[in-house]
Every structure is written in structure tokens, then in C-alpha cells.
């Protein structure tokens, strides 16, 4: 049985190319959503939306851009009629680096995309969904790493804390429209953006997370299924919360 209140409706997912964005594109599918899956890459997005058979849009984006992000917004709602929920997914990380020799360029980099691109897809599709009048459900894709310091990734830390923020502001202006924000705050997730960073781009990543509640990474399924439920009415009265999704790293 699919969640409450998800079918026949229209996403947003920024990042859809990478692990979980591509996981939550095919998830927020099998519910009966029309998805608008937005990236840099457009010939990854063609190959995301091919299996779906017209229920995907390829939405070539740079988030860190606010026309194009209010253009990804106008063409979802264009095409599909209206737009209900986004997942708020786009993201970087960053070169490793104590912050006495973190270079400003490495620190600008990854909040251009972490907070200013967060920022304008919520912005944008803030007002898309406040000019419809129907609601809206946003789940913003934080970060374990925003709930606890690690060596190195003050750019990628600070930025994800930095979304945190953005959810808890959106869903107190928000709440008036009938519109939830919530955040979700991963922990490691088996995908090619974290194996470079582990320095494990083949091997087994489990070995590297035995320390773990649940002694493994994560399935990029198992994170966008709870990211479909918080979009479903199912959690219709959760809004402005902070939910780790990470094998008990954060207890």
C-alpha cells in the first residue's frame, strides 16, 4: 500500500542524478507522483527519465542561479499543472582541509550550492506553491555532519547546519499556506559521491562504519523511502523537524 496523499501529485528533486537523488526519483514514482528531476548533467537526467515513460521531466538546473531556478520551478508547474512537493536535495562536498588552510575559493564553492542553491529552489517554489493556494509538502536534505563536527569539512558542516536553519525559518513563515518543511539529515550513504571521500571507490564500505548502531552505509532506498513519508500526509503534522536517517551515528 503507497503513502496518503502522494499520488497524482508533482515533485520537484534537485541533485536527481546522484544516489539518492536518483533513489527518490524512483521511489516518489512508484507512489504516483510526476516527477520534475532537476541537475547540472543533462544527458544523465535523459537516461534518469527514460524507464518512466513521460512521468519524469528532465530539468537541466543550476541551482546556484536564481532564474534558472525559478525557470525549473515555472516548467514543472507548466507541464504537470501545479507543483506539490520538493525534495530539496543538491549538494556538494568539499576538498579536505583544517580551516587555518581551507581556501575561501574551496568554502565559497560548496556553499553556492549547499546554502545560496538550497535557498533559491525554496524560495522559488515557496512562491509557486503559496500562488496555488493547495499546500505543499518540502523536505530540505541536510546532514549527520550537521549534528556533529568532523575534521575537515568546515564548508560542508557549516553549510548543512546552514540548511537546518532555512527548514526551521520556511516551515514557521509557511505553515499558514498549509505548506510543511522539514529536514532530513543523513548519515553515510552508499553512493559515488561519498566513495571518493572515504578513499574507498570499489571496496566494501561497511568495514569503514562497523562503529554504527546499524553497523553499515545505508541504501540510497531506505533514505528516500523515509523522505517519501515526510512528504505523504502520513506525517501530516510534522513540520520544522530535524530527523537524522543514519544508523545511529548521531546517538
Not at 514543472?76 to 506539490?84: I, P
Request: glycine content about 10%; charged content about 20%.
Amino acid at each position: 500500500m503507497g503513502m496518503r496523499g502522494l499520488a497524482g501529485k508533482t515533485a520537484i528533486v534537485t541533485g536527481a542524478v546522484g544516489g539518492l537523488g536518483a533513489a527518490t526519483v524512483k521511489r516518489l514514482v512508484e507512489e504516483g507522483c510526476n516527477v520534475a528531476a532537476a541537475d547540472l548533467h543533462a544527458s544523465a537526467l535523459a537516461e534518469l527519465a527514460a524507464p518512466f515513460k513521460g512521468k519524469v521531466l528532465e530539468v537541466p538546473t543550476d541551482v546556484r542561479q536564481p532564474e534558472e531556478c525559478e525557470r525549473m520551478v515555472e516548467r514543472a508547474a507548466s507541464y504537470f499543472g501545479a507543483v506539490n512537493l520538493l525534495v530539496n536535495n543538491a549538494a556538494i562536498i568539499n576538498k579536505h582541509y583544517p580551516i587555518a588552510e581551507m581556501p575561501v575559493e574551496e568554502f565559497d564553492r560548496v556553499h553556492a550550492v549547499n546554502v545560496r542553491g538550497v535557498f533559491l529552489v525554496l524560495r522559488a517554489v515557496l512562491r509557486q506553491m503559496i500562488a496555488q493556494d493547495k499546500g505543499g509538502s518540502i523536505v530540505n536534505i541536510s546532514s549527520v555532519g550537521a549534528l556533529r563536527a568532523n575534521r575537515g569539512t568546515s564548508p560542508y558542516g557549516s553549510a548543512k547546519r546552514a540548511v537546518l536553519g532555512l527548514s526551521g525559518t520556511a516551515a514557521l513563515e509557511n505553515g499558514q499556506y498549509g505548506i510543511r518543511v522539514n529536514s532530513v539529515c543523513p548519515g553515510p550513504i552508499d553512493t559515488p559521491m561519498l566513495r571518493p571521500a572515504m578513499n574507498n571507490p570499489a571496496g566494501d564500505l561497511n568495514n569503514l562504519f562497523k562503529h554504527l548502531a546499524i553497523p553499515r552505509a545505508a541504501q540510497p532506498a531506505e533514505i528516500a523511502a523515509f523522505i517519501a513519508y515526510l512528504l505523504s500526509d502520513d506525517a501530516s503534522f510534522c513540520t520544522g523537524g530535524i530527523y537524522p536517517v543514519d544508523g545511529g551515528l548521531s546517538i
